[in-house]
């Protein structure tokens, strides 16, 4: 089992900035791929980024160019760098984590709120 803890959430003004940290325990040699993910109200959970263990990342055309996502040189630390802010990005943040059998692991969310 692989364990996910984000840390980071909090209320922002529109165009400001946030970061986001997710620490995984448990299995983590097992993991090869780490992301964020986040689900407003009424909405479905999407992708926002992720990163796979060669470095290569993915981002929602939503984020592309606002944030970045990058990771320690463990591996086991994945972060999100929230620039530009808008409101529209208010949502509970999930961190992601994937095996190599493709099972998935969730952290419990941290909340981010972005005020106009």
């Known amino acids: 089992q692989v364990q996910l803890v984000e840390s980071g959430g909090g209320l922002v003004p529109a165009g400001g900035s946030l970061s986001l940290s997710c620490a995984a325990s448990?299995?983590?040699?097992?993991?090869?791929?780490m992301g964020w993910y986040r689900q407003a109200p009424g909405k479905q959970r999407d992708l926002v980024a992720t990163i796979t263990s060669d470095g290569t990342t993915n981002y929602a055309d939503s984020v592309k160019g606002r944030f970045t996502i990058s990771r320690d040189n463990a591996k086991t630390t994945v972060y999100l760098q929230m620039n530009s802010l808008k409101p529209e990005d208010t949502a509970v943040y999930y961190c992601?984590?994937?095996?190599?059998?493709?099972?998935?692991?969730w952290g419990q969310g941290t909340q981010v709120t972005v005020s106009s």
């Open positions: 992601n984590a994937q095996t190599w059998n493709r099972y998935d692991s």
């Open positions: 448990g299995s983590i040699f097992s993991i090869n791929a």
